[in-house]
C-alpha cells in the first residue's frame, strides 16, 4: 500500500494491490481491497474529500458527509444526521439501518437488516432472536465475551487476543481452541479473517457494523475502506486552547476527517475525538494503579521520555524531560507524575516546578506523598557519544548544582538511563539503566 498526502495533511491518494498466492505460484488478485484511488478536494470544506476513486462524496453545512455516489454503476448512500451531528439512518439501495443515542451521545439501538441490537452499556448487549452478549473489561480492554442465544453456536465464551494496537488479532474459545484469526491493511480494512462469524468487535476493538461496513468509535463513525471520518473532529472546540495533541497548534489536528494523524499503525483514536499512543496509553493506566517498586515506576516513565523525545524529532534541540516518581500514601504504591518537559539548558525551571507537585510552601512533603524520586531524561537519543561526552553534560551539572543537587555524575541521566533521588537525608542514587543503587548520607538540603 502506498499514501499520498498533500501539505495540509489530507490523503491524496491511495494506492493498494491485493494478491493471494497459492502454494503453486498462481497469483489472484482480490478487486474488492485492491485500487488505485485518487482523492479531490474541490468543495468548500478544504479536508472534505469530495471524489475518492469513482465516487462523489456531499456533505452538509456541519461537514457531515450525507452520502455518496458510485459514477461507474450508479449506485450510491444517502446518510441522515441530526441536529447534534449523529447519524439517525444510512441507506444503500433498498436497505436502511437506523440509530438511537442517550443523553450523552452513547448509541443504545441499532436496527437493520440483522434485527434489532439493544445496548444497555458497554459490558451489555441485546441482539435479534433474543441473543445476549456479555463483554467482561479488563480497564478498557475487551477480554472476553459470552454469548448466549437460542442455538448452540450463540452460547459460547470467547477471549480476545489482541495485536499491538487493541485489534482483535485471535479470538478462542474456553477450551483453548481458535476460534477466529483477524489481520488488517493499515487504516483498518480487514485483510485475513479466517473461521468466526459471531464476533463484530475487530480494528483497535471497535464495533464493525456490517450493514454498513462504518466501524462505530462513540464520538464518530469511520470508514476503514477510504481512511477517512464520516464527520468532523467534535473536539475542535477543546483544539483551540491547545490540547490535547497540541490542539489547534499542531497542523495535522486541523485535517478534521483523518484518521489517527494519518498514523495509523501506532496510534489509536478510543473515542472517535483525539488520537493516543496505545503502549503509552497502557503504562498511563497501570501508573493509575500504582507500581510495587520505585524502579518499576522510573522504567514506566523513562518509556515514556522515550516516546516523547522520539515523537518531537528535535534531535540535538530535544527537551529535556522529567518526572517524580512517589509513594502514595493512599494507594500505598509508587507512581510518577506527569511528564515534565522543558527546552534545553532549563534543568533549574524544570526540577523547580516538579517539586511543587509535592511540596508545600514550608518545603515539606505533602500529607499523600512519601519518598519523592526524581527521574530525569535529556539530550540527543540518536548520539550517545555526544551524549556521554564531557562538555554535554557541563552545563547540566552546573545546574543541578546551583539547584542544590550537586551531582558529581550526571552520565546515568542520559536517554534510557535516569536517576532516582529521596529528597530527604538519606538520598538513594539509582541508575535506571544498570539498576545500581548507591545510598548517600548528606545534609538535609531545601528542594527550592
Not at 461507474?72 to 447519524?87: A, K, L, M
Request: proline fraction near 3%; charged fraction near 25%.
Amino acid at each position: 500500500m502506498n499514501m499520498g498526502y498533500d501539505e495540509i495533511h489530507n490523503i491524496s491518494s491511495k494506492v493498494q494491490v491485493h494478491d493471494l498466492v497459492a502454494s503453486n505460484g498462481r497469483v489472484t488478485n482480490q478487486a474488492g481491497t485492491t485500487y488505485n484511488w485518487t482523492y479531490g478536494y474541490t468543495g468548500t470544506q478544504a479536508h472534505a474529500p469530495i471524489n475518492i476513486g469513482n465516487r462523489t462524496f456531499s456533505y452538509d453545512y456541519n461537514g457531515n458527509q450525507t452520502g455518496w455516489l458510485n459514477n461507474s454503476n450508479n449506485t450510491q448512500r444517502n446518510i441522515v444526521w441530526d441536529d447534534e451531528n449523529r447519524i439517525q439512518s444510512v441507506s444503500d439501495g433498498g436497505s436502511t439501518s437506523t440509530y438511537k443515542y442517550d443523553y450523552t451521545g452513547q448509541r443504545v439501538i441499532k436496527t437493520g437488516s440483522a434485527g434489532e441490537t439493544a445496548y444497555a452499556n458497554q459490558f451489555y448487549v441485546v441482539s435479534g432472536g433474543g441473543k445476549v452478549t456479555k463483554h467482561v473489561f479488563a480497564g478498557t480492554t475487551r477480554v472476553a465475551t459470552r454469548i448466549q442465544g437460542s442455538t448452540a453456536r450463540d452460547n459460547f465464551l470467547y477471549y480476545y487476543h489482541p495485536d499491538h494496537l487493541g485489534s482483535t488479532q485471535y479470538v478462542t474459545e474456553a477450551n483453548g481452541a481458535v476460534y477466529e484469526h483477524v489481520e488488517y491493511f493499515p487504516f483498518g480494512e480487514t485483510w485475513v479473517n479466517e473461521g468466526g462469524g459471531n464476533i463484530n468487535y475487530f480494528f483497535t476493538s471497535k464495533e464493525l457494523d456490517v450493514e454498513t461496513n462504518l466501524y462505530y468509535f462513540g464520538a464518530r463513525y469511520y470508514d476503514p475502506r477510504t481512511s477517512v471520518f464520516q464527520s468532523v473532529d467534535p473536539i475542535i472546540g477543546s483544539y483551540l486552547s491547545g490540547k490535547p495533541n497540541g490542539g489547534v497548534f499542531n497542523s495535522v489536528n486541523l485535517s478534521l476527517f483523518s484518521y489517527t494523524a494519518q498514523n495509523p499503525v501506532r496510534f489509536i483514536d478510543p473515542t472517535g475525538q483525539s488520537n493516543e499512543d496505545y503502549e503509552k496509553a497502557n503504562i498511563l493506566a497501570q501508573n493509575k494503579k500504582g507500581f510495587n517498586k520505585p524502579e518499576n515506576a522510573a522504567h514506566a516513565a523513562m518509556d515514556i521520555m522515550e516516546m516523547e523525545t522520539t515523537a518531537s524529532k528535535l534531535g540535538k534541540d530535544a527537551p529535556e524531560m522529567g518526572t517524580y516518581v512517589y509513594y502514595s500514601n493512599k494507594t500505598k504504591k509508587y507512581h510518577f507524575a506527569e511528564i515534565i518537559k522543558s527546552k534545553s539548558k532549563e534543568t533549574i525551571n524544570l526540577q523547580k516546578y516538579s517539586t511543587k507537585l509535592f511540596v508545600d510552601e514550608d518545603n515539606n512533603l505533602k500529607k499523600d506523598v512519601n519518598a519523592i524520586y526524581s527521574v530525569h531524561s535529556h539530550g540527543n537519543p540518536s548520539n550517545k557519544d555526544d551524549m556521554n561526552s564531557e562538555e554535554y553534560h557541563k552545563d547540566d551539572r552546573k545546574a543541578d548544582k546551583e539547584d542544590y543537587r550537586d551531582l558529581t555524575d550526571m552520565k546515568g541521566c542520559c536517554f534510557k538511563g535516569g536517576y532516582l533521588l529521596t529528597a530527604q537525608k538519606k538520598r538513594k542514587e539509582h541508575d535506571v539503566k544498570s539498576g545500581k543503587v548507591t545510598e548517600v548520607i548528606r545534609p538535609k538540603e531545601p528542594l527550592e
